[in-house]
C-alpha cells in the first residue's frame, strides 16, 4: 500500500534540493501522499507526519490543514527524554546534550503548542501511552475521528529500504 522506494527518493531528492524548514516540509506532505497513491484534489485523507523538523512549522500546518486538522503533540516525563537524548548523543559519539539547551527547547516546545487551536490539539503522554496503549489509542482514534482497531495498539516500525 506504502511505496517506500517512491517515498524514499522523491524525499531524499527534496531534501537535497531544498534546505529551508518549509521546502522541506512540503515535500515531507508531497512525498508521503505520492507513496500512499493518494488523490491530490477534493476528498480527505488522514495524514501523519512525526518528522522532528515540524516543531518549526506548527503556523504551517494549521493554514496547511485549516479547521478540520487535528494536531497530535507528545510529550514524556522529562528526565527519561533528557536521559533519551543523552544516550543517542553517546550513540553517535558526540559530547552529550547540555541541559540547559535541554530546559529552552522544553520551554520554546510547550510555547509553540499554543499555536494550535484548542480543541484540535491532543497532548499525548508518551509514558501513558506505554502503560496503557489500548486506552491511549480509544481517545487518539476518537479525537481524530476514526473507527479504533485493535491494530492501533501494535507497534510499527517504519524503515526506508
Not at 476528498?43 to 490543514?65: D, M, T, Y
Not at 559519539?93 to 520551554?107: E, I, L, M
Request: with cysteine; hydrophobic share 40%.
Amino acid at each position: 500500500m506504502f511505496d517506500w522506494t517512491l517515498f524514499d527518493r522523491l524525499f531524499r531528492d527534496g531534501f537535497l534540493a531544498r534546505h529551508k524548514a518549509i521546502d522541506r516540509f512540503r515535500i515531507v506532505i508531497g512525498a508521503y501522499i505520492a507513496a500512499m497513491g493518494l488523490p491530490v484534489e477534493g476528498g480527505s485523507i488522514h495524514f501523519v507526519c512525526k518528522a522532528p523538523h515540524n516543531e518549526n512549522c506548527e503556523l504551517q500546518w494549521v493554514r496547511l490543514l485549516g479547521p478540520r486538522g487535528r494536531f497530535i503533540q507528545c510529550t514524556r516525563d522529562p528526565i527519561e527524554h533528557y536521559l533519551s537524548l543523552q544516550n543517542i548523543a553517546h550513540l553517535y559519539g558526540s559530547g552529550g546534550y547540555p541541559a540547559v539547551d535541554f530546559a529552552r527547547k522544553v520551554r520554546r516546545r510547550r510555547w509553540l503548542w499554543n499555536i494550535y487551536p484548542g480543541k484540535r490539539l491532543y497532548v499525548l503522554d508518551y509514558d501513558r501511552l506505554t502503560a496503557d496503549p489500548d486506552f491511549e489509542m480509544r481517545k487518539i482514534a476518537d479525537f481524530i475521528g476514526i473507527a479504533f482497531t485493535e491494530t492501533m495498539t501494535r507497534p510499527t516500525e517504519n524503515a526506508m529500504h
